[in-house]
């Protein structure tokens, strides 16, 4: 009789465990773009186009639209592994690259990809209130710029502080360099322009969690350039922004800089109850 009920009780136990693993689904190269846009833009067919990683059997998640680096000239878009199996929902998203467009155009880019999510994560199961965008280097860059200079989505018709919080990794936070290099600004000469997210500095930004590597190790500048940016968006009012300089890695700093993502997700989303 023992051994009866304890089969029972192992059985509907391994039946629960089931029933609670979350399975995930990939959907690749779907156009963020109307077809209208994409027929008048061979270039937006071709590049703006966005891959989707969510859990099949949960309700309600949480998204993180990510952005690759490559310096706004290079890189395709990816589903970080180390976001994988996390509960979560990742958008990994393609965009024009220099010199095939100049800027604005990749801003406005990754602010139609953010747009697109914002519309559309519903159909899928996700919450439109636990969007979190994100992306390495010139991903970080472009997460700051649609965050912080509310003109981009605002096109679109989403208001920037909707997005959940901005956890850009090793982001340009002045002009990006390619952009000076597009304007004949010699690379090492610091700008800050309507392009630099520093000039966009304000008290009513979504929260935000700047990751950069160590000072002596980054690119030339990049933990200062955030540091400035973290200072003067307190100066400014703002109530939530943190910077972590992760000791020991350089520019390539995204491996250690995940767990930390995944912590302030965690964070923001138990504040948000």
């Known amino acids: 009789m023992i051994r009866n009920i304890t089969l029972f009780l192992f059985i509907a136990l391994s039946t629960s465990l089931v029933a609670q693993e979350i399975g995930y689904e990939t959907i690749s190269d779907i156009p963020y773009y109307a077809e209208e846009v994409r027929r008048q833009d061979s270039y937006i067919g071709e590049r703006c186009l966005l891959d989707i990683y969510y859990p099949v059997n949960k309700k309600d998640f949480t998204t993180v639209v990510w952005f690759h680096g490559g310096g706004l000239t290079g890189g395709n878009k990816e ?3 180390a976001l994988k199996n996390k509960g979560l929902c990742i958008v990994g998203v393609n965009y024009r690259l220099a010199p095939g467009v100049k800027a604005p155009a990749y801003i406005e880019d990754a602010a139609a990809a953010v747009a697109w999510v914002f519309k559309n994560i519903g ?5 439109s209130s636990r969007i979190f965008v994100s992306g390495h280097s010139a991903g970080g860059y472009l997460s700051m710029m649609i965050g912080l200079d509310k003109q981009y989505l ?9 997005i959940a919080g901005l ?10 360099f390619t952009i000076r290099k597009e304007n004949d600004i010699d690379d090492k000469q610091p700008v800050i322009d ?5 000039f966009h500095v304000r008290s009513d930004a979504p929260p935000m969690l ?7 190790l980054e690119m030339l500048g990049r933990y200062e350039e955030n540091a400035y940016l973290a200072r003067m968006m307190k100066v400014a009012g703002h109530q939530d922004t943190r910077l972590l300089e992760l000791q020991g890695y350089g520019h390539d700093m995204a491996y250690p800089a995940f767990p930390l993502m995944l912590n302030e997700i965690t964070r923001l989303n138990r504040e948000k109850k």
């Open 79 to 81: 589903l970080p592994e």
């Open 123 to 127: 159909r899928y199961g996700g919450d």
């Open 154 to 162: 605002a096109v679109h018709g989403i208001d920037a502080d909707s």
């Open 167 to 176: 956890i850009p990794f090793s982001g340009q936070a002045i002009t990006h």
């Open 194 to 198: 309507k392009y630099a997210p520093l």
């Open 210 to 216: 700047l990751i950069t590597g160590d000072r002596e």
